[in-house]
């Protein structure tokens, strides 16, 4: 497996270039001495100042995640996301690999199936994962080891310099869309995963699942529309046959998790019959950033 390099990424104290030191994996470095060593599972925490008020997913949502989607109930959409960000690497070869960034990776199961089809393909990018869950990227880290998978908050300016970056993936995670339109080079794609309205309709009551805001896809068209132009949005609809501990996975791992009452949705799950089906349903939202930085080629 190539090493990941370090030349697209920028230190979180003074935003100049990091290296590897001695070109290992090892440590990070910036000119100006600020150096990252990787926590014991390969991660880096570049969570700097004062922190952060947002409530990162905790251990047993994630290993719900990890669980759930390592089953390959999502799977379909892994493939959709691929197909998505894949015509946005058409220049690259292994010798001259592309750039992807993964926001809010989780346990970094999407990214995962997107370098497979990059290599499948026979090219390459070099990889990003930020997540603010430290406990999701306990996990991604191990599944990605060639990406660099980053402890960072996507509503502070991103560790990235300006236009690197051929495809920003975000798949139910926040979009911080001037940051995302910085970072991406002109011509890269942005790729959006939303719930529709009936996500998990079948089991969103019993479960305690977050409904999900009709109005969703004009907030999404708004909140990127200054740096963003729409090419394409996709529905894909997988039919599940959950048993009872996937339909509780799938509870534990969405944002409803931070509130659920574990011991309500252990009884919930015990009372249902051996297979429930539900039905997922995704959007798919490829965008283009509008503005760019950069020279202009
Ligand atoms: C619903 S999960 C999706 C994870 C992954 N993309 C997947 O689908 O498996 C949302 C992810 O966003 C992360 N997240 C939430 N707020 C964040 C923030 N401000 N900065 C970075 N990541 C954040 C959470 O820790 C969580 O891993
Ligand atoms: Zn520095």
Redesign the pocket.
Known sequence: MPPASSASLLCPVCRDRLHFRGGTRRTLVCPAGHSFDPARQGYFNFLVGKG?V????SADM?AA?FDF?SAGH?RPLADAVADAALPAFAGSTPATPGTVL?????????LRVLLDRLTAAGTRAEAVG????KF?LRRAARLNPEAVNIV????QPLPVPDGVVDVV??????RNAAEFARVLRPGGRLVV?TPRPGHLGEIAGEAGLLGIDPAKDQRLAASLGHSFSALSATDLDVPLALQPADVGRLAL???AGHHLDRGALAAMTAGLPPVTDVSARFRISVFEPLHHHGPVT
């Open positions: 952060t947002f409530e990162a997913d994630v995640r989607l999502y993964d926001a809010g990776t989780g346990t970094g199961h999407y930020l997540d603010i869950s999701a960072a908050d996507v509503w993936t975000v798949v139910f995670a926040p995963v791992m969405g944002p």
